[in-house]
């Protein structure tokens, strides 16, 4: 009965074993499923935008749903020998860290891009402020250079795993890492989006350019950015060559607004994740207690 618990499947190479049952838990349909919908995501997209991380943030609360629930079922618990639970443990705290630094990030840059609108809105100006939010970014991008380096080694960790002896148990562990990896590649992604490109300093100042002098840019045009580096260049163009102009204003004023919303429901995401995770973290651990 144990052995038609486990998908024949496996996410990475997708080859069906004659020596498994054709039907195995619909939960672990479910979460290949969701495994494989992320990669045909990862792989159609051309360029990173705030839609395609929404998508995958969506996709990734449902995949974690299931994860969360197959956790819970009796038959897991009978599979899962102690090592391969501290195992799983420990991947889950790799989650929970990852997460943690994408939406500190997003929080830091939304308080400081409050800040900028508060102070642009009451004096029509607030240049200082302006270079406040760009020094409050370079903070940003440092602690997240920190984070993409952590998950590095995080990555590491879950792709040179132990091979377990037990197939039922190697079968579950391996589709766990699977969704481990998966998430980590996302969250990392997404740190990177909410640093913005690297650029060299003409390439900076191309795009500030490209902003200033070129606004009839189509609505779609410029969904296809990078929203933080939208804002980053406009900012800096602002603090720097400010003409004090109204319109500029209202245009500075109107991507921090959509650059506010953006992040709001990134950290609206990342929290319903978040919380997938612990729920994850807390089903491990009762079985450990058992």
């Known amino acids: 009965m144990a052995a038609s618990f486990f998908n ?8 069906r074993s004659t020596s498994l049952p054709s039907k195995p838990h619909p939960l672990i349909l479910k979460c290949n499923d969701y495994l494989a919908t992320l990669e045909a995501l990862d792989a159609a997209s051309s360029s990173s ?14 995949l974690h749903d299931a994860v969360e629930k197959l956790v819970q079922l009796s ?19 790799r989650l929970l860290d990852a997460c943690t630094a994408a939406k500190d990030a997003l ?9 900028v609108q508060l102070i642009m809105r009451r004096k029509r100006g607030g240049e200082m402020e302006v270079r406040k939010y760009l020094t409050s970014r370079k903070v940003v991008k440092k602690a997240i250079a920190k984070a993409l380096g952590n998950l590095k ?3 590491n960790k879950c792709k040179f795993s132990s091979t377990h002896k037990g197939h039922q148990s190697g079968e579950l562990v391996s589709l766990f890492k699977d969704v481990e990896v998966v998430t980590l590649h996302i969250l990392e992604s997404l740190l990177c989006f909410i640093c ?7 390439g900076n100042w191309s795009l500030v350019s490209k902003l200033m002098h070129n606004k009839r840019v189509s609505c779609t045009q410029e969904a296809d950015e990078n929203e933080f580096a939208i804002v980053d260049a406009t900012l800096q163009s602002f603090a720097f060559h400010s ?4 319109e500029d204003i209202d245009h500075l004023l109107n991507q921090l607004e959509i650059l506010e919303t953006m992040i709001q429901d990134f950290v609206e995401g ?7 995770f612990i729920k994850t973290r807390v089903a491990l651990l009762n079985i450990l207690s058992h």
Not at 8 to 15: F, G, K, R
Not at 49 to 62: A, N
Not at 196 to 202: C, D, E, H, I, L
């Open 8 to 15: 024949p499947n496996s996410y990475c190479n997708h080859v």
């Open 49 to 62: 935008s705030s839609s395609s991380f929404s998508h995958k943030l969506s996709e990734l609360q449902d």
């Open 75 to 93: 038959d897991t618990c009978k599979v899962l020998d102690h090592e391969c639970r501290d195992e799983l443990l420990d991947g889950s705290l």
């Open 107 to 115: 929080l830091h840059t939304k308080e400081s891009a409050r800040e």
């Open 153 to 155: 080694s995080a990555s």
């Open 196 to 202: 913005g490109p690297t650029q060299s300093k003409s």
């Open 243 to 246: 003409s004090g102009k109204s």
């Open 270 to 276: 990342l929290e319903t994740l978040f919380r997938r």
